[in-house]
C-alpha cells in the first residue's frame, strides 16, 4: 500500500506525484490507528518504552550521543521532542517548498524566535529587509542586541547593489551572520530579490563560516513562492496564516536543509516552543484543501484589484499583479513569484479619517488584523499592525495614512466588491484631495 519513495519523494508508475496530492495520507499508516483512514489526535505527553534497552537507544540518538543506524528510526520519546502528528505534518508540509526537513511550532513568532536563537551568537550581525512583520522587527531590534547581535535594516524596494554598499559602509560586514527577509514586504508588498541576496551571502561567507539566508514566506508561500530554489537556506512561516487558511489557531513552521534543521530542532527541544498535538492535528486538516484555497483567493484578488485600481476614490494600489509602472520590481516577480496572490493595499485619496470610515462601513469584510484566511479581512497599517513604527520610519516605507490593507478571501469577489463599493460610496473625500 505504501507508496515507493526516492530523495525527491513518493512515486507512482515512475512519477513523483504533487504535494497536493500527498497531503490527505502521506507518512501515515492506519494499522497505527486500527485501520483508521485520517491520524488521529495524538493526546499525549509521553510515550510508552517496550524495554529499558529501547529508552536507552532512543535517547541516544534524541542527544546525539551516537550516529543513527541506516534503518533505524527515530523514536518516540516525549511531546516536547517529538510527537506523531507533528513528524507527519513535517513531512508532508515540506514537499511544497521541497525542504529536506521542517519543523511546526506554536507561533510563527516560536519559529523565527528559536530559529534566530539556534543560528546567532554574540557578536553576530544580522541584515534584514524593512518593513517586515513587527514581531520580527521588534525581536530583532530589541531582543537580539540582549545577547550582543546587532541588526541592519535596508528598505525592501532597494537596488541590491545599494543594499551591498549599505553593509560594506557598516564597518561590521565581516560579521555578517545572516540575511533575513521577509518578500512580499508587509503592507506594501514591495519584492526582495532572493537570488541577489544569496549571493551577497555568498560573497561574505568563508570556509569557516556561512552566511545563511532566512526567508519569512507567509505571504506567498508554500504554494507561490519557493526561496528555496532561488539559494535561500532557511524559511519561516506564519502558518497561523495560509498554511491553518480558516483563522482558528495559532502556529509556525521552519523548513531548510537537514543539517540547518538539526540546529533548529534542538533549540526547539530546550525552548519548548513546539506546537501541541491538536493544532498539528489542525494543520494536517488545513494542507488538504491548502492548494484550492490560496488559488481560489488568489483568482478573487485580481478581480478585486481591477475593481480598487480604477476607483476614483483610490489613489494607488499595492499589489503584485499590477507593478508594469516599476519595471525593478516587474523583473523580481517574474523570476521568484508565482502568483500575485491574495494580499492589497491600497491609498484612499485622505488620510487617517477616510480609511477609517471606509473600515467602519464594511459589512461583509471583517476589521481585523492578521490574513490568509477564508475569510476576507481588512485593516489599517499606520494605527495598528505598524503603529510601532515612528511616522518618520512608516513615511520612507511608503505606509501612508490612508492606507487599508485587505486579504482577500474565498467569498465569491462580486460580493466582496459589492461589500468594498458600498463602503467607499461613505467616504467623503475632500475636493482638495481630488487636486
Ligand atoms: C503573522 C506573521 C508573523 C507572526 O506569526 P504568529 O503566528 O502571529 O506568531 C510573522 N511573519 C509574518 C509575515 C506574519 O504575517
Not at 510515550?47 to 543513527?68: I, P, Q, S, T, W
Request: aromatic share 8%; hydrophobic share 40%; net charge negative.
Amino acid at each position: 500500500m505504501q507508496l515507493e519513495e526516492d530523495h525527491l519523494g513518493p512515486h507512482l508508475n515512475g512519477k513523483h506525484l504533487r504535494p497536493e496530492s500527498l497531503m490527505m495520507s502521506y507518512g501515515y499508516n492506519p494499522e497505527w490507528s486500527e485501520m483508521a483512514v485520517k491520524a488521529p489526535i495524538y493526546q499525549t505527553s509521553t510515550f510508552v518504552f517496550k524495554n529499558a534497552e529501547e529508552g536507552k537507544a532512543f535517547f541516544e540518538l534524541a542527544y546525539g550521543l551516537r550516529d543513527k543506524g541506516a534503518e533505524e528510526q527515530m523514536g518516540l520519546i516525549y511531546s516536547r521532542l517529538n510527537n506523531p502528528d507533528l513528524e507527519i505534518l513535517e513531512n508532508r508540509l515540506r514537499f511544497w517548498d521541497g525542504a529536506e526537513d521542517a519543523a511546526v511550532f506554536a507561533s510563527g513568532m516560536a519559529a523565527i524566535s528559536t530559529m534566530l536563537l539556534a543560528l546567532l551568537k554574540p557578536g553576530d550581525v544580522i541584515l534584514h529587509s524593512e518593513p517586515i512583520y513587527g514581531g520580527s522587527d521588534y525581536y530583532i531590534k530589541n531582543i537580539l542586541p540582549k545577547f550582543g547581535i546587532q541588526s541592519i535594516g535596508f528598505r525592501a524596494n532597494m537596488e541590491a547593489d545599494e543594499v551591498a554598499e549599505l553593509l560594506e559602509q557598516s564597518g561590521v560586514a565581516d560579521k555578517l551572520a545572516m540575511i533575513y527577509i521577509e518578500t512580499p514586504a508587509n503592507p506594501t508588498n514591495h519584492l526582495v530579490d532572493i537570488e541577489a541576496c544569496a549571493a551577497l551571502a555568498k560573497k561574505h561567507s568563508t570556509d569557516d563560516k556561512k552566511v545563511i539566508v532566512a526567508v519569512d514566506n507567509t505571504f506567498l508561500g508554500p504554494l507561490f513562492s519557493h526561496p528555496l530554489k532561488h539559494g535561500a537556506d532557511l524559511l519561516v512561516y506564519s502558518a497561523t496564516k495560509y498554511i491553518g487558511g480558516h483563522s482558528d489557531l495559532i502556529a509556525g513552521a521552519c523548513l531548510g536543509s537537514a543539517a540547518i534543521m538539526k540546529q533548529v530542532k534542538a533549540m526547539r527541544t530546550f525552548m519548548g516552543s513546539m506546537a501541541s498535538p491538536w493544532t498539528g492535528w489542525m494543520l494536517m486538516r488545513s494542507l488538504e484543501t491548502l492548494k484550492i484555497r490560496m488559488e481560489a483567493m488568489a483568482r478573487g484578488a485580481e478581480t478585486v484589484a481591477e475593481y480598487l485600481k480604477n476607483h476614483p476614490k483610490v489613489e494607488r494600489i499595492y499589489y503584485l499583479g499590477d507593478l508594469q509602472d516599476n519595471p525593478q520590481q516587474q523583473a523580481i516577480y517574474e523570476k521568484q513569484c508565482l502568483s500575485a496572490g491574495s494580499m492589497i493595499s491600497f491609498d484612499i485619496k485622505g488620510g487617517e479619517r477616510e480609511a477609517f470610515k471606509f473600515l467602519n462601513s464594511l459589512r461583509l469584510i471583517k476589521l481585523a488584523v492578521s490574513l490568509g484566511g477564508t475569510e476576507s479581512l481588512a485593516e489599517h497599517p499606520a494605527s495598528m499592525t505598524h503603529s510601532d513604527i515612528s511616522p518618520a520610519d512608516r513615511a520612507v516605507m511608503g505606509i501612508g495614512e490612508g492606507m487599508v490593507r485587505i486579504s482577500v478571501g474565498v467569498e465569491h469577489p462580486e460580493d466582496i466588491i459589492n461589500d468594498i463599493e458600498q463602503a467607499l460610496e461613505k467616504v467623503q473625500v475632500s475636493v482638495s484631495s481630488y487636486a
